[in-house]
């Protein structure tokens, strides 16, 4: 079999929180490839958690790639489990056990003598019926703080874009801290625009980042990630508004009412750099955007 081609992008050596999504077998198995055999060679525990993959499939394709699967395998240095052990598909989702989970695999690759953690997870189960996006997305954000900022631990999020609805993928993928998609022309010739709303983690403290522009169109994205900065850890939680260009009221009121809402429970929302049209909003209409509150 002719070996897959090599790309110039994938993703990068250690401590990142990276996604790929792809929609062909030979781009899969050449990021999982490179991905694989660069954690083995760092000294690293390398786990695959397949979904839509046979586990003998993914095997297949390491070995191809001249990786020693048995040997590492034989030495705890790499396990393929199916989705029978998959973390990723427990009924409800649940990002506090995924958290707790991470860091405890990665404490156990550290006491057993390995550099780190390195994960690869499939993701085609977040497109089955039931799956709640709300809540992985909340997991994508929160890892980053509550797991990477301090753990030896790479991870690389699967998103094959033929299992996955274009909107789900787009929205979780852009959640990550690097993006390691291999960039060409679509196959039909059509390409698909990126959500006017992307949401981000920030490492240096519990929050998340906007990007883009909020409207109606976007509203749910929105709606979403608030939902996943409201369920962070901490009295106060951060908005980081810097690269937002535009918010509508409509928006306006989405952050104003988890504001009231995260003030119930003792906590606060605390806005950064937000944009003019925040401003503006909030200069006409004082009394209901009381409840905002903007960093110094």
């Not at 792809?22 to 083995?40: C, E, Q």
């Not at 780190?116 to 997870?121: A, D, P, W, Y």
């Amino acid at each position: 079999m002719t070996p897959p081609p090599r790309h110039s992008r994938y993703p990068a050596a250690r401590g990142e929180h990276s996604s790929f999504a792809y929609d062909s077998d030979l781009a899969w198995a050449d990021t999982v490839v490179r991905f694989v055999s660069n954690g083995l060679e760092r000294g690293q525990r390398v786990w695959y958690s397949a979904d839509s993959t046979e586990p003998s499939a993914v095997i297949d394709v390491l070995r191809r790639g001249h990786i020693d699967v048995d040997g590492a395998r034989r030495d705890a240095r790499l396990s393929v489990t199916g989705t029978e052990r998959s973390y990723l598909r427990r009924v409800p989702f649940d990002p506090d056990w995924v958290i707790s989970m991470f860091r405890a695999a990665c404490t156990e690759a550290l006491a057993d003598g390995h550099t780190g953690l390195r994960v690869l997870g499939e993701m085609s189960w977040s497109a089955r019926e039931g799956a709640d996006v709300d809540r992985i997305l909340e997991s994508e954000l929160r890892l980053d703080r509550e797991v990477y900022a301090d753990l030896p631990l790479t991870g690389l999020c699967l998103f094959d874009r033929r299992l996955i609805p274009g909107p789900t993928a787009d929205l979780l993928t852009r959640a990550h801290t690097a993006c390691a998609d291999v960039p060409r022309p679509p196959a039909d010739g059509l390409r698909t625009l990126p959500a006017a709303l992307a949401a981000v983690p920030m490492r240096d403290r519990s929050g998340i980042r906007l990007c883009g522009s909020g409207d109606v169109d976007s509203r749910h994205i929105l709606r979403s990630a608030l939902a996943a900065l409201a369920r962070m850890p901490g009295p106060i939680v951060h908005l980081d508004l810097s690269a937002v260009t535009f918010l509508d009221p409509g928006a306006v009121a989405v952050l104003v009412d988890v504001s009231n809402s995260l003030t119930g429970k003792g906590r606060s929302l605390l806005l950064h750099k937000p944009p003019y049209s925040l401003r503006k909003v909030a200069e006409l209409f004082p009394e209901e955007c009381a409840a905002l509150e903007v960093a110094a």
